[in-house]
């Protein structure tokens, strides 16, 4: 018997047009039925389905139960899925992350160590001895075992007396595998060890732990966020085995907090993307931009040091001036289309990197001063990049960089909006909220100034070419009336008419806000 699919957006009809799949797998000797009480939430989202194994006996080790499981996805999803897997069914679930990543959205793990049994490199596991002592009790006695089990998963929870009875009721409904079936799958579960090759993972992943499990040790958590710094690690304080149970609301917390996180990266992909196409029009383009750039170029501090980064340096003409000011330049950004342009016409600038703003490739204390024009505005809050431009600082350092305020296309955005309900222009963080969260990472804010710069052309059809030859068209989202329809665009065009100044031309206001920092 091989990997079975079940689709539940059927049953709960809540949201049949969900196109992203969820997978959820279960852990050990039990069924899908465990995950009941999530299954209404989360198809609200995405296109749910339950993966049953079947047999454990019907697979020779771990990579074919997993292989079998890939098999089946392939066969029945049409996109990339979400994973959830408790127990068992998380240390599959990375598996198939980690065999697999072209398979999978991202990854929620629940009650899920690197290795489920305890080694010389995870010491969080169970100890080896008692593992085989509970395999040799499941072959004297199954239903006793699993009444152990049962007990075991609900030891410690806040809620073990009403967890263990529910579990107890579980059992009664269930169809009993046969002892050999579970055996198989108890050595499987043995058999999973992550420890080295995790820190490959590549997608996104939550991991969720309950404070007092007595199967996977709370030790397992901090393990992890060790191993794997760019994981999503929870605690659960008073849960067991069962966190997704007993605390379903803060599990739920966790998982959005991570689709988030997630929809954030599509995002700067996205864009990282567009800047890329835009790198050989953009500095013809750029007219706002290199105005700002030099803006900012111009508040720099003197004598601030040898080491500086450009971070999103796009093509690198300002990374290119900064070299005349520092001895070491480096330009960092996520498109490498520009960069790529960077290198071939900037051969005085020290280096190019290809990293995330908020993902720093640098060590600790490692730069004099970051400059940053026009890039930051695409992060979701600007609280993690500060932090870690503050941990590769020198102590002194700088940060000077400039964003765009709230007011920025505000013609454009009112204009969009006599055409339909949808958001077509980002909306970008005002300058009182950006020093509170300047205030909350350690750095004094030497300067916060605001200033407005005003572009003007003859149709709005203009200022959308110019955005797209600079990539930013993805600041209009939807923006081109082949995405909107003509009649809804025509209706926009027709509203940005009342904002045409004496000149007969339609003004495009950017708000600027420049900052200078020192740790």
Known sequence: ?????????????????????????????????????LMPALAQDFKLYTADVGCYSD??????????????????????????????????????ALRYPQQVEGLGLIATG??????????????????????????????RTLQRFDRLQAKGDDEEQSLTQSLAGYRQQQTL????????GLALLGSFDHVEDASQLTVPTLFCFGSDDALVSVDAAEHTATLLPRAHVHV?????????????????????ALLEANQQQHTKRKVAKSFSRAAPSYDQASAVQQWV???????????????????????????????ARFDHVIGLDMAEGMLEYGRTHHSQVNGWLCADVEQLPLADASADVFFSSLAVQWCHSLEPMLHEWYRALKPGGYACLATLGPKTLFELRESFS???????????????KVCEQVNRTGFDIELC??????MRYDTMRGLLRDLKDIGAHTVVEGGVSGLMGRQRFRKAESAYQGFKDASGLLPATYEVIYLVLKK
């Open 114 to 143: 690197l290795s489920f049994v305890q080694r010389d490199s995870w010491p969080a596991g169970m100890p080896q001895a008692t593992f085989e002592q509970f395999s040799a009790s499941l072959g004297k006695n199954v239903k």
């Open 293 to 323: 750039a030099r803006a900012l170029l111009d508040k720099l501090p003197l004598d601030v040091g040898a080491r500086c980064v450009d971070a999103g340096c796009g093509t690198g003409i300002w990374t290119n001036a900064l070299a």
């Open 418 to 432: 006599h055409a339909d309900e949808y958001q077509h222009v980002n909306r970008f963080i005002p300058a009182d």
């Open 236 to 256: 659960f304080e008073g849960a067991a085995h069962l966190p997704f149970l007993t605390c379903t609301d803060v599990f739920f917390d966790a998982f959005d």
């Open 1 to 37: 018997m091989s990997w079975q699919l079940t689709h539940y957006n059927k049953e709960y009809a809540i949201n049949h047009d969900a196109r992203v799949p969820c997978v959820l797998i279960p852990g050990w000797s039990v069924d899908n039925d465990i995950f009941e009480w």
């Open 59 to 96: 697979y020779a080790d771990v990579k074919a139960l997993v292989d079998g499981l890939v098999q089946t996805l392939a066969d029945e999803l049409e996109h990339p899925a979400w994973i959830v897997g408790w127990s068992m069914g998380g240390n599959i679930a990375l598996d198939l």
């Open 449 to 454: 100034q605001v200033e407005h710069k005003v």
């Open 177 to 184: 595998a046969n002892q050999q079936d579970l055996q198989h």
